[in-house]
């Protein structure tokens, strides 16, 4: 059974930083991209940064460029995305998500994971 476990979300002033764990299991992701998603109140889930396990080149949202930064660690088979100079507009749970390819579209994941929340104060 495949899990997706999200964690290091937090409650923290802006420009402060926060880094989030994804740890996964159930079967071999290596061929595998991550990514990672997010939704605010009253908003669509969007994109924030996906990550090719296998060679682990990355892409982000334009958003989040220079702000967030996704790595993996593939003897723990845990991705992290990094947080910083957070802004009160990062608000929002984080989700973790697993596909077949990078991909800035929420279906083109299979897999996901129950979500984390960040919350930034100004």
């Known amino acids: 059974q495949v899990q997706l476990v999200e964690s290091g979300g937090g409650l923290v002033q802006a420009g402060g930083s926060l880094r989030l764990s994804c740890a996964a299991s159930?079967?071999?992701?290596?061929?595998?991209?991550m990514g990672w998603f997010r939704q605010a109140p009253g908003k669509e889930r969007e994109f924030v940064a996906a990550?090719?396990?296998?060679?682990?080149?990355?892409k982000y949202a334009d958003s989040v460029k220079g702000r967030f930064t996704f790595s993996r660690d593939t003897a723990k088979n845990t991705v992290y995305l990094q947080i910083n100079s957070l802004k009160p507009e990062d608000t929002a749970v984080y989700y973790c998500?697993?596909?077949?390819?990078?991909?800035?579209?929420?279906?083109?994941?299979?897999?996901w994971g129950q979500g984390t929340q960040v919350t930034v104060s100004s």
């Open positions: 990550i090719s396990w296998s060679v682990g080149s990355t």
């Open positions: 159930g079967r071999s992701f290596s061929s595998y991209a």
């Open positions: 998500a697993a596909g077949y390819y990078i991909a800035t579209i929420a279906t083109e994941y299979y897999y």
